[in-house]
């Protein structure tokens, strides 16, 4: 499984980015799709995660952030709205997946889009 993510830019606070991320290769199911970030010098933390319908952020996103997921293209996007210069990153999807009717869940990440937001 192969995760493109996309929509990745420099944009003034208060300003808004669309990231967007597709899977591909063999996959049978996705289970859950997500967001993380990684500010220099910071570990990897969640940003926002949708299982089915359900979604769950991170407490410093909610109310700015929207993920959403459009399951005929395996694809996750991440609405970011009012943006901050804390959340200056690079940001990574990941997909929860089957390759397989029998296969186990795996997960799968992509290589990272990076967001600057500039005060």
């Known amino acids: 499984v192969q995760l493109q993510a996309s929509g990745g830019g420099l944009v003034q606070a208060g300003g808004s980015l669309r990231l967007s991320c597709a899977a591909s290769?063999?996959?049978?199911?996705?289970?859950?799709m997500g967001w993380y970030r990684q500010a220099p010098g910071k570990q990897r933390e969640l940003v926002a995660t949708?299982?089915?319908?359900?979604?769950n952020y991170a407490d410093s996103v909610k109310g700015r952030f929207t993920v959403s997921r459009d399951n005929a293209k395996n694809t996750v996007y991440l609405q970011m709205n009012t943006l901050k210069p804390e959340d200056t990153a690079v940001y990574y999807c990941?997909?929860?997946?089957?390759?397989?009717?029998?296969?186990?869940?795996?997960?799968?990440w992509g290589r990272g889009t990076l967001v600057t937001v500039s005060s």
């Open positions: 949708i299982t089915g319908s359900i979604a």
């Open positions: 290769g063999t996959i049978f199911s996705i289970y859950s």
């Open positions: 990941n997909t929860a997946a089957r390759i397989s009717w029998s296969g186990n869940v795996n997960l799968y």
